[in-house]
């Protein structure tokens, strides 16, 4: 059991490093899939805000952790 | 025919990112085997190189299943997590924030943990030193099969994807072979860094076909997301460059 938790848990730690960044990019896909079917804008512009919030997502998670580290 | 907008960078990303998996696994594996002997050390590595082919021959065509728009989902969130967890520590490493990953260091580390540990043998083995080896060869080889999987089957192109993790292979056994120490030389953050990127544009690419939204340029929109990813995060490494810098001078 321990051995198979131990696998489980490596498993998960090849996608989840920082658990802020992975909840912020799964709820910006949850939205991309869920929302951005149905509002009326052209699809492509839809597909360049799916970049668009991935970039923000990353930036503000750089950002914080470039601020808490330097100031350990 | 092949489609070079998504082959080129799928053949490339395979190669990259298996390249520092394999530099990291070779680490261990030569620690194991000047340490231990080179019998358990390649037998280990052999034996968990051979599940790892097993893995991709079972897994592979199974995909092939499901729906494509879920299999496009499902492996474009778990690529696009992969991708930018690799990407957010390169860009804090070369921005000076988080250490650089040393071979060197590591290597040592290894090679200390394996004289001090006790030697037991099962039918003549040295199990430690074969599982050692097993054990680096596979947690390093799942992340190759991961991304061989992700970026060659949902595109159609396994068997280049599946190449290029072969050619980094090759070329890792034969760097071992002729130094017989660690690649401590390779420049393995900015090929972190370029994995990232590439990996990152792959995972919202298929997002997106997976949500149904059409990407200005078709297949040919990867580059861009590629050119988008690199300036986001060549900007970031300056800003938090400066950043840390600022705030030490605050502090």
Known sequence: MKRMLAAARELVALFVDDGSLAIAVLAWVAIATLAFPVLPIDSGWLAVALFAGLALILTKNLLRAARSRTRR | ?251
């Open chain 2, 1 to 251: 025919m092949i489609d070079w907008a998504h082959a080129g960078p799928s053949v490339l990303a395979a190669f990259l990112a298996s390249l520092v998996e394999f530099v990291e696994a070779l680490t261990v594996v030569l620690a194991v085997g000047a340490i231990r002997g080179w019998r358990p050390a390649l037998a280990g590595a052999g034996l968990a190189l051979a599940t790892l082919a097993i893995l991709v021959i079972a897994l592979g065509p199974a995909l092939a299943r499901i729906p494509l728009a879920t299999v496009q989902l499902v492996v474009g969130t778990l690529l696009l997590l992969f991708g930018l967890r690799w990407l957010r520590k390169a860009i804090l490493r070369a921005a000076g924030i988080i250490p650089l990953h040393d071979e060197t260091a590591a290597y040592a580390a290894e090679a200390d943990l394996l004289s001090h540990s006790p030697r037991r043998f099962l039918a003549g083995w040295d199990t430690v030193a074969v599982s050692a080896s097993f054990k680096i060869v596979m947690l390093e080889g799942i992340e190759v099969v991961f991304i061989v999987i992700a970026i060659g089957a949902v595109s159609g192109l396994l068997v280049p994807a599946g190449l290029g993790a072969g050619a980094a292979l090759l070329v890792v056994i034969a760097l071992g072979i002729a130094l017989h120490r660690p690649l401590a030389r390779i420049p393995e953050n900015t090929l972190k860094f370029l994995v990232g990127v590439l990996l990152s544009a792959f995972g919202a690419f298929w997002v997106g076909e997976g949500a149904g939204l059409d990407w200005p340029g078709a297949d040919w929109s990867i580059l861009a997301l590629i050119a988008g990813f690199l300036a986001v995060a060549l900007t970031m490494v300056a800003l938090c460059r400066v950043r840390s810098i600022d705030l030490e001078r605050l502090t």
